[in-house]
């Protein structure tokens, strides 16, 4: 359980270093979302919420990417929190 949360700790922190200040690193970012097991991006996004300030992970998505990819990276991002939100209902 420990090893779960140091990893979902460096995915938010990853998260966060790919977005803050000028510019975003679009490699790290795709990579952290696509690679993360819908379990880690959910624990990840709650560490991100809680720890970083001025907003939901989603909403530094929304706001550090545009145009279709942009809204890809959300959409896959809520995918994979529907299917942690699908695993632990069944």
Known sequence: ?????????????????????????????IELIALSSPVQLQRAKEIFDNKYPDGSLKKWIDEDTSGDYGKVLL???????????????T
Request: hydrophobic content about 55%.
């Open 1 to 29: 359980m420990l090893l779960a949360q140091e990893e979902a700790e460096m995915i938010a922190e990853g998260l966060y270093k790919a977005m803050k200040g000028l510019g975003t690193d679009d490699n790290a970012l």
């Open 75 to 89: 959409a896959l991002s809520n995918f994979f929190l529907f299917l942690f939100t699908f695993i632990n209902i």
